[in-house]
């Protein structure tokens, strides 16, 4: 085993991995399917899109506590040494925003189908019936959910973004290991 | 002296109310109009979690014939306007309207003939006919309960089942059931 402790390891393991593409694949999804499914002519077709968009919601706010709860567990490994005093402060700083969003848009959206006049139940999955959480509805909820529902949406994906250019720039003009690792487990992680 | 009045009132009233109640149906024999001001067609379907989607049609038509020496030849026949659909929320019926349910701008009328009514007590029958919405025909019952006969005015309390997936309106399946309970005042007038 690495003499490093922990937090110290220079790569993250498997389930971070998994987690993150997983979480990324659903959060990149839900922003396309959350775009196409309020322009669709076809009410019928909206309809079922919203539901599958609240289904992957749930499944997206399950996978991002057990995320948190594993980041917890194991902080991030350090940077590599090539990374800049201004990059080495921001980094963090994006990855709790980023953690922040995670959160924050499903719940939102949990709020937004709580809140909703049109009292339309949540079944993840056509699977079980998710009770809605403890807020008044009325239609001014229904809009104020609404809208902070698309401003987060809106500004996540832009944080995605700056985060895969970020990601880009380590890898292809700083040639360093910070994309990459997120690929492939270290093996630390390996033996583990 | 009041009490004798109202001895008399609540004695005349034991009378007079089973008499109204108990009309039979043979009774009944002609034809009437449905009048949409005093009947209604209201409708729910459960979800899941509890609680249902509950709605009414504003607009319909129809008619019913009692056969004078047959109950078992009368018929009943009435149409809906789908795009009267109201649940009170709007965007529902908006919903409802679209080609997602009724689709009431290509098919704006729901149409019911019956085949066959049977008698099934003194004042109730069981009418079995053919239910037409958006282009498909299907054979539904209903059943029929007499609620009163006065003044050339009759008045059927009518409950019934539908699977709304067989006329291609099972969007929001297994969320909303698939079971439509449909709960009728017609109140008729001999025309």
Redesign the interface.
Same mark, same amino acid.
């Given at each position: 085993m690495s003499a490093l402790p922990k937090n110290q390891t220079a790569g993250y393991g498997w389930t971070a991995i998994i987690l993150h593409w997983l979480i990324a694949a659903l959060f990149i999804g839900q922003f396309v399917l959350g775009f196409v499914m309020v322009r669709l002519s076809?009410?019928?077709t909206a309809?079922?899109l919203i539901?599958l968009h609240k289904s992957f919601g749930f499944l997206l706010l399950g996978l991002v506590i057990l995320r948190i709860a594993w980041r917890l567990g194991r902080p991030a490994p350090s940077l590599p040494r090539s990374v800049g005093p201004f990059e080495r402060r921001a980094a963090p700083l994006v990855h709790l925003a980023l953690y922040a969003f995670q959160l924050a848009l499903p719940l939102s959206g949990w709020a937004l189908v709580s809140v909703s %006049?049109?009292?339309? @139940?949540t079944?993840p999955f056509?699977l079980f %019936?998710m @009770?809605n959480l403890p807020l008044g509805e009325s239609d001014t909820a229904e809009s104020f959910w609404a809208a902070t529902h698309w401003y987060l949406a809106y500004a996540g994906i832009g944080l995605v973004a700056l985060h895969l250019a970020a990601a880009l720039r380590h890898h292809f003009w700083l040639r360093d290991t910070v994309l990459t690792r997120m690929i492939t487990a270290s093996s630390h992680h390996d033996r583990e | 002296m009041y009490a004798r009045i109202f001895g008399f009132a609540a004695a005349a009233a034991c009378i007079a109310m089973p008499v109204f109640a108990a009309v039979a149906l043979g009774d009944a024999a002609g034809s009437y109009i449905i009048r949409p001001g005093s009947s209604s067609i209201h409708f729910s379907i459960g979800?899941? =979690?509890g =609680?249902g989607l509950d709605g009414a049609f504003a607009r319909f038509k129809g008619s019913i014939l009692i056969d004078n020496s047959d109950v078992g030849r009368s018929q009943v026949n009435f149409t809906i306007f789908p795009e009267s659909v109201g649940t009170g929320?709007s965007? #529902?019926d /908006?919903?409802l309207r679209?080609? /997602?349910v009724f689709d009431a701008a290509d098919n704006p009328e729901i149409q019911f003939r019956s085949t066959s009514v049977k008698r099934t007590g003194d004042t109730s029958a069981l009418v079995t006919g053919r239910l037409t919405a958006r282009g498909k025909t299907f054979q539904e019952k209903f059943t029929a309960d007499l609620g009163g006969l006065k003044a050339g005015t009759i008045k059927f309390h009518v409950t019934g089942k539908v699977l709304r997936s067989r006329y291609g309106m099972d969007? =929001?399946t297994? #969320?909303y059931s698939n079971v439509v309970d449909f709960d009728m005042t017609l109140t008729g007038r001999r025309g």
């Open positions: 076809s009410q019928r309809f079922e539901q %006049v049109l009292e339309i @139940p079944v056509n %019936v @009770p | 979800k899941l =979690g =609680g929320q965007r #529902i /908006a919903f679209s080609d /997602a969007v =929001g297994p #969320i």
